[in-house]
């Protein structure tokens, strides 16, 4: 279960988020749309705990513990997962090589390099990752939609508790779109994770069925609701959704 | 290199008893020279060699180059070597050893982390000086023989095959090129002799099944590599773990020959302790359509001047150097690489990847010259520097001469920073700053430790991951 209270944020001296609060339970799935600059990412980086962002009042919780103060390597260990925007590229480091990394710090274990590939073969299957990416340097020259599917890849890998998209479907065709957001909801029914999925769309949310959806607009939610909200958008846009 | 040990074992190259065997006998005799250099301490090394004259005479004309020859004004600072205050013969025995006990904490404890076999961290500790390879080794030397490599330490070569050595010894590298190549070739001891006949590949890296080998580390070694036409030889020497010395001064010559159409590679890996001036001179002839190729990884010392070079003799051959630098706190390493380009058709590549941390200070120097004949010839020179704290240091000097306008130069260089996106981004992924840092390290200079043995390129990132512990902030 995520809690987020009355969370105020700053990104480089400027107030972006002005009290949020948002209760997620284990596997239930809250879609966050909005306009451009409302504030989407930086709550997703507020709560993965970017060091660029500064939380100025408020908390948020992770089964019941605050989360806040930690360092956002020890916030994944507690089961925390961000797909990111923009995935950053990682020159010289082989994916595999990353990935059983992440694998073994995550789980504290030990797994030889052979069984841990069949493992990975398996869930880039799933997928539709090809494998040669896998042999490649982490997100070097990836395609944009390649980058996203493997955010959702070493989703697969972590398993985590709780996880944040965001924007993972934009610049994604149609077929990967499905390939994602199918992937992201078997992981969902695996482990119960709970899911917030920032989005511009409803098409994905065709794929996820969100038991919430909200509206983000000047660092506040302004809106709350069913699937219904987010074909109302749809239709009329931000700007009818007024605080 | 425990991987190593461990695959031999499940192919049954190597069985238990043999390794436990490996170390063989003291040497019964001691020879133990007072500190200092003199003619005197000059003939004596030759006689107890008991070398041929030419050789003893080589020795003092070097010996009197060297006297004449200013210490280098440029590089590293060499202020602190005193040349009175070194042992230039030491034939070590156990009893004059260090004890496990002097030896200091952290380089202990490198060890323990990389897995080094305890008898392997004795020798490079300096605990146990001797380690005969032969016992162990036996069944790849034969292999070898029958092929008609030779491949064994300089002194023995130079008493079996003194036709060879007088035909090229100091031919590549005469003593009067630097004051460093002068006193290696006037007190040289140790070093590999190789010989790889018209023809013949050798597949296997040479040194990795013999990296240990106390012939081969040695304060002035003294290697010479001949590659007969169309031959190939990749030759491997160094050590990732740190080599614990009480010796302050390591200068070596490596002289190369890759004749037309050969092939060699020429890897090294040093990881000196702190206390030691790593002064090397390395250079290749390479001939005819023949490609010679150095990678050079410096990671240890107090300061390291290296720049393996090419002369490119014959038309159409290539010249390589992948250069790994790694200057920790108070260390400055100097290095890079230089291509001469005396024949039409040469190419030319450098890589250089430097990595600074602390107070440590990574230079690049490196020197393009292309001859009024070399027609048709490229160089391409990428050096990139990685600065890891906001006291570390990198700097670039490279010198670029082409005298012909059929000829093409390429230089690029960079500097960046451990990049704090890219610390987030897997940071996010549960790994911590130490860990992160040194997967984007280990990522920046991946394009070299690739080519890298594999359980070189396994010690070496290991190394940067025990390097990062508590450095970043």
């Known amino acids: 279960m995520l809690v987020i209270k009355d969370l105020h944020v700053s990104r480089d001296n400027k107030k972006i988020l002005r009290g949020i609060s948002l209760k997620v339970n284990k596997g239930e799935v809250h879609a966050l749309m909005g306009p451009n600059g409302s504030g989407k990412s930086t709550l997703a980086n507020a709560v993965s705990g970017s060091p660029l962002i500064k939380i100025t009042k408020g908390s948020i919780l992770l089964n019941d513990k605050n989360i806040k103060n930690l360092d956002v390597d020890a916030r994944s260990k507690l089961g925390l997962f961000m797909a990111f925007q923009y995935p950053v590229e990682v020159s010289g480091v082989p994916m595999l090589q990353f990935l059983k990394l992440i694998y073994e710090n995550k789980f504290n274990t030990k797994i030889t390099p052979g069984k841990f590939l069949m493992l990975l073969n398996a869930e880039a299957e799933k997928l539709h990752v090809s494998k040669d990416l896998i042999h490649r340097y982490l997100n070097e020259g990836f395609s944009g939609g390649e980058k996203k599917k493997v955010e959702i890849l070493q989703m697969s890998v972590l398993k985590p508790y709780f996880s944040i998209l965001d924007e993972t479907d934009s610049g994604l065709d149609i077929s990967s779109l499905k390939i994602v957001a199918n992937g992201v909801d078997r992981i969902r029914r695996e482990t119960e994770m709970g899911v917030i999925v920032i989005t511009h769309y409803s098409r994905i949310l065709d794929y996820l069925k969100p038991d919430y959806v909200h509206v983000l607009k000047n660092g506040k939610i302004v809106k709350s609701g069913g699937l219904d909200v987010a074909e109302e958008l749809e239709k009329t846009g931000y700007e009818a959704v007024s605080s | ?473």
């Open chain 2, 1 to 473: 290199m425990s991987q190593k040990i461990k695959e031999k074992k499940k192919s049954g190259f190597m069985e238990d008893t043999a390794y436990q065997y490996g170390f063989s006998d003291p040497e019964d005799y001691v020879i133990k020279f007072k500190k200092g250099l003199s003619k005197k301490v000059v003939e004596k090394i030759s006689k107890l060699k008991n070398e041929p004259t030419w050789m003893l005479q080589n020795r003092l004309r070097a010996y009197d180059i060297f006297l004449s020859k200013s210490m280098p004004k440029w590089g590293g600072n060499l202020d602190d070597i005193d040349f009175n205050n070194i042992y230039y013969y030491l034939k070590p025995t156990p009893k004059e050893s260090k004890t496990w006990e002097e030896v200091p904490k952290n380089i202990k404890k490198t060890f323990d982390r990389l897995g080094i076999p305890k008898a392997e961290q004795d020798y490079l500790a300096g605990v146990k000086t001797q380690y005969d390879s032969e016992l162990v080794y036996g069944s790849v030397k034969k292999e070898l023989e029958d092929k008609g490599v030779i491949f064994m330490g300089t002194d023995e070569g130079l008493l079996k095959y003194p036709e060879i050595f007088k035909q090229y010894f100091g031919t590549v590298i005469p003593s009067a090129d630097n004051k460093f190549a002068a006193l290696n070739t006037a007190v040289w001891s140790g070093g590999s002799f190789v010989y790889v006949p018209k023809g013949v590949k050798v597949d296997l890296p040479l040194q990795a099944y013999f990296r240990i080998n106390a012939k081969n580390i040695g304060q002035f070694e003294r290697t010479l590599i001949i590659a007969e036409e169309n031959s190939f030889v990749n030759y491997v020497e160094g050590c990732t773990a740190p080599v614990y010395t009480s010796d302050s001064l390591h200068s070596a010559v490596v002289e190369i020959i890759v004749k037309k159409n050969a092939r060699v590679r020429y890897t090294t890996i040093q990881n000196w302790s702190s206390n030691v001036y790593n002064l090397v001179t390395k250079r290749a002839f390479a001939y005819e359509n023949s490609v010679m190729e150095w990678v050079d990884g410096n990671i240890g010392s107090k300061v390291t001047m290296k720049y393996p070079s090419v002369y490119l003799m014959g038309k159409g051959a290539k010249g390589e150097v992948l250069s790994l630098a790694y200057a920790g706190d108070g260390q400055h390493q100097d290095t890079g690489g230089k291509f001469m380009h005396l024949a039409p058709n040469t190419s030319s590549k450098m890589i250089s990847k430097s990595i600074s941390k602390g107070s440590g200070r990574a230079s690049y120097r490196g020197m393009v010259k292309i001859a009024k004949n070399a027609r048709n010839s490229k160089s391409n020179v990428e050096c990139d520097a990685l600065l890891i704290n906001k006291n570390s240091r990198t700097d670039t000097y490279p010198f670029i001469k082409n005298d012909n306008n059929s000829s093409k130069v390429g230089h690029e260089a960079s500097v960046s920073k451990v990049d704090d996106e890219q610390l987030f981004y897997l940071m996010s992924r549960g790994l911590t700053k130490e860990q992160a840092s040194a997967l984007i390290i280990s990522g920046f200079i991946e394009p070299i430790v690739k080519l890298l043995p594999m359980e070189y390129a396994a010690e070496l990132n290991k190394l940067i991951e025990l390097e990062m512990e508590g450095s970043v902030g």
